[in-house]
């Protein structure tokens, strides 16, 4: 089974900040990576899927890169919509498995 | 609209069972493949399992926590999604979402319902 550590568990920044989110599984896997944003009381929201490919509504300051072992989310320039909880999810094995998140907190 | 409406999480006792509902509209049902995750409040999400279409002979994944427990299933006529959920432990206590696969070939969830809570505890 893949498990996915995400770095670091929580980060505080300002509007305008480029944030960038690690996720690292246990084991190489192909970029079969999607990333999610949370916010309290809500499902989660599909960000980017195959480790980079924006999904459709999603606004360009969200980028994904990586592959193997080593993935990451960019928000180039924060946003006050922004602030929520981030969850990487790998599709490349069952069972599917999500990162524990990362809360992006105002500072 | 695309939309996921979950229903018929509650309270029940430890060994207990219930069974959740996700009724779809706005798109091909049949079309999908779907799938269940759960999250306790405030915790991260944890997927709980998978099936695919007719033409995919309505295959299932589990999470290893599950398996054994609960089964899922569609019934593509009503347009519904099932979590049948037994023996059930206090550790199921979470909210649990429906989520529909972006595309077959990687189960992405790129819709989902607004969650259906289920809390076991005697």
């Known amino acids: 089974d893949i498990q996915l550590t995400q770095s670091p568990s929580s980060v505080s920044a300002s509007v305008g900040d480029k944030v960038t989110i690690n996720c690292r599984p246990s084991?190489?896997?192909?970029?079969?990576l999607a990333w999610y944003q949370q916010k309290p009381g809500r499902a989660p929201k599909l960000l980017i899927y195959d480790a980079s490919s924006l999904q459709s509504g999603v606004p360009s300051r969200f980028s994904g890169s990586g592959s193997g072992t080593d993935f990451s989310l960019t928000i180039s320039s924060l946003q006050p919509e922004d602030f929520a909880t981030y969850f990487c999810q790998q599709a490349d094995s069952f069972p599917l498995s999500f990162g524990g998140g990362t809360k992006v907190e105002i500072k | 609209e695309v939309q996921l409406v979950e229903s018929g999480g509650g309270l029940v006792q430890p060994g207990g069972s219930l069974r959740l509902s996700c009724v779809v509209s706005g798109f091909s049902f049949s079309d999908h493949y779907m799938d269940w995750v759960r999250q306790v409040p405030g915790k991260g999400l944890e997927w709980v399992g998978r099936?695919?279409?007719?033409?995919?002979?309505?295959?299932?994944e589990y999470g290893a926590s599950v398996k054994g427990r609960f089964t899922i299933s569609r019934d593509d006529s009503k347009n519904s999604l099932y979590l049948q959920m037994n023996s059930l432990k206090i550790e199921d206590t979470a909210v649990y979402y429906c989520g529909r696969d972006r595309r077959a070939s990687a189960a992405y969830m790129d819709v989902w319902g607004e969650g259906t809570t289920v809390t076991v505890s005697s």
């Open positions: 099936i695919r279409t007719k033409a995919n002979s309505y295959t299932t």
């Open positions: 084991q190489g896997m192909n970029r079969n």
